[in-house]
Antibody
Framework: EVQLVESGGGLVQRGGSLRLSCVASGFTFSTFWMHWVRQAPGKGLEWVSRINSDGITRYADSVNGRFTISRDNAKNTLYLQMNSLRAEDTAVYYC???????????????WGQGTLVTVSS | QSVLTQPPSVSAAPGQKVTISCSGSRSNIGNNYVSWYQHLPTTAPKLLIY???KRPSGIPDRFSGSKSDTSATLGITGLQTGDEADYYCATWDSSLSVGMFGGGTKLTVL
């Protein structure tokens, strides 16, 4: 059974840092492209970042230069290092697996349960 | 404001049909596949449609997708109260090299 379990969310002050983790199981983690998606309170889904199986990354403009996505295939874990946090980064953060092991298709067949990040001002 | 434009809300009676549109541009919808998600409060989003018009296993054929030029459409027939949710389109933008979701559409089954 495929599972994605996020952790690391919490309350942080503006300008602070936080690292989210997403532990994957039930599939060959190293093969698949992984993403982070967030949803701010009362807002819609927002794509945040992607890392492919070769470690190549992409970021939304809103987080570029502040967030870093990475993966440890030996630990089956996806990370999101968030620095210089702003109030507008307050959201539930989801990790998501693309069902194809190639290409930018945003076909997320599995999602984590989400972890809440709250940035206080 | 999302690059992909969806109507904020749609509504229809049980048993009826509804469509949700998603409008973009050549660099996103025009040159990439579109997927659709159903999102209920406090749950993870669910993939309904991928590659414009394909349904993952387990998704009933009441849900359908189509794409034409720079717009995509999600159709839901035989509406049920359990279909009340937020629906999002998603695609990649080849020029910006970023993923994107539409602003979301809240479906109300009256």
């Amino acid at each position: 059974e495929v599972q994605l379990v996020e952790s690391g969310g919490g309350l942080v002050q503006r300008g602070g840092s936080l690292r989210l983790s997403c532990v994957a199981s039930g599939f060959t983690f190293s093969t698949f492209w992984m993403h982070w998606v967030r949803q701010a309170p009362g807002k819609g889904l927002e794509w945040v970042s992607r890392i492919n199986s070769d470690g190549i990354t992409r970021y939304a403009d809103s987080v570029n230069g502040r967030f870093t996505i990475s993966r440890d295939n030996a630990k089956n874990t996806l990370y999101l290092q968030m620095n210089s946090l702003r109030a507008e980064d307050t959201a539930v953060y989801y990790c998501a697996k693309d069902f194809r092991p190639y290409g930018d298709y945003l076909n997320f067949d599995y999602w984590g349960q989400g972890t809440l990040v709250t940035v206080s001002s | 404001q999302s690059v992909l434009t969806q109507p904020p809300s749609v509504s229809a009676a049980p048993g009826q049909k509804v469509t949700i549109s998603c409008s973009g541009s050549r660099s996103n919808i025009g040159n990439n596949y579109v997927s659709w998600y159903q999102h209920l409060p406090t749950t993870a989003p669910k993939l309904l449609i991928y590659d414009n018009d394909k349904r993952p296993s387990g998704i009933p054929d009441r849900f359908s997708g189509s794409k034409s030029d720079t717009s995509a459409t999600l159709g839901i027939t035989g509406l049920q109260t359990g279909d009340e949710a937020d629906y999002y389109c998603a695609t990649w933008d080849s020029s910006l090299s970023v993923g994107m979701f539409g602003g979301g559409t809240k479906l109300t089954v009256l």
